[in-house]
């Protein structure tokens, strides 16, 4: 009787950091209503399971073992130790992880976290399935997390890609091609003179700037202030990994680049028909290299930590592209890299082009 009064007692003193660590993780960390017992869970899972060593149900023992047995030891064994603050120091252990948590979390997150696709209930598509809207093919990508930006140990890393965990709070729809010409000029009605559609119409749109983007955008909404954007910054980069953490979305060495972009050393000097190449993992073609492509976000520095559905600053000089160009070596076609230009100047070098983003909504 003694012994199982000790045990009971032990639990509830080890539910209560183990509790409230798992209250502030769920706050910290998942946009997305969970059960609070899987939130509990959860807890063992990310500080054992993330590194993928050991499966959740042996993490959750491990834990459990491990903050049940500190509390007994401190709460009964120690009775008889001559050494009082010993005693209230092991007792103390859990509040004090507890408490250092949301402080360390920050630094450790993008270390043990890992890409992983959220399905919604309100979200009944799979990444890669394919829609058309107003003529213009697009791919649905899923809700998520992932590791944006580089980390230090990627050849020709940039200072501005600072590693950090983003999540996508919903799915949505991505451009399956770089806006053509014909689909620009059937909204725009401003062919040039010498246009051909027959030989020319595949061709991305280039030489836009980001205001004139904003205008087509507008066109194809007319009026609605939901459907058709750019793609922020963070979107882009989530749907070009694909799940993936390479400095490409078909791997890690710059090779793979000849099956799937235009770049320097295959694009003969040239932009390309879209679709040409092969796609990545979500179906998305050229996203690596053909045309850089705008976001919607004004260039700034990274945060030290998670974000969630980050757009960037408000305001600001340069607005940021993607993907690299024909003209592009493999270094500027990684997924990470940035690229800033001012978002009125024109240009008629036939590297800047985009891609268009759904918000994932009905069609009226």
Not at 32 to 46: G, K, M, T
Not at 253 to 271: F, I, K, M, Q, T
């Amino acid at each position: 009787m003694e012994r199982a009064r000790q045990w009971i007692v032990t639990l509830l003193l080890a539910l209560g950091p183990f509790c409230l660590l798992a209250y502030i993780l769920a706050r910290m960390d998942t946009p997305v209503p969970a059960w609070f017992a899987v939130a509990v869970l959860a807890v063992a899972d990310r500080v054992f399971g993330a590194l993928g060593f050991v499966p959740p149900v042996v993490s959750w023992a491990i834990a459990g073992f491990l903050l049940g047995g500190l509390t007994y030891l401190a709460v009964w064994e120690l009775r008889e130790v001559n050494r009082p603050y010993l005693r209230a120091g092991v007792l103390a252990a859990p509040w004090i992880v507890v408490l250092t948590i949301p402080g360390a979390w920050s630094m450790l997150d993008v270390h043990v976290s890992r890409p992983a696709v959220i399905q919604r209930a309100d979200e009944a598509f799979q990444a890669g399935d394919v829609r058309t809207f107003q003529g213009i093919e697009f791919v649905w990508i899923p809700a998520g997390q992932f590791r944006m930006g580089s980390p230090e140990t990627e050849p020709d890393r940039r200072p501005d890609e600072a590693e950090h965990m983003v999540t996508i709070t919903h799915g949505f729809w991505m451009g399956r091609y770089e806006v053509t010409r014909s689909q620009w000029h059937a909204v725009m009605k401003n062919p040039p003179e010498n246009y051909d559609e027959e030989t020319e119409g595949r061709l991305p749109i280039t030489g836009v700037t980001w205001s004139e983007c904003q205008s087509f955008i507008a066109a194809l909404n007319r009026g609605r202030e939901w459907g058709f954007r750019l793609p922020s910054e963070a979107e882009w980069e989530y749907a070009c990994r694909a799940g993936g953490t390479d400095a490409y979305s078909c791997g890690g060495d710059s090779a793979c680049l000849a099956e799937h972009a235009w770049y320097s050393r295959n694009s003969e000097g040239r932009v390309h028909p879209v679709g040409e190449r092969a796609p990545n993992p979500w179906g998305l073609f050229d996203i690596h290299g053909n045309v850089w492509e705008w976001c919607r976000d004004f260039y700034g520095e990274y945060p030290q930590r998670r974000v969630i559905d980050p757009v960037g600053p408000p305001t600001g000089q340069h607005a940021v592209l993607r993907g690299g160009s024909w003209f592009s070596p493999p270094e500027d076609c990684r997924a990470a890299r940035r690229f800033v230009f001012v978002p009125g100047y024109f240009t008629d070098r036939t590297i800047l082009g985009f891609r268009l983003a759904r918000t994932n909504q009905p069609e009226p």
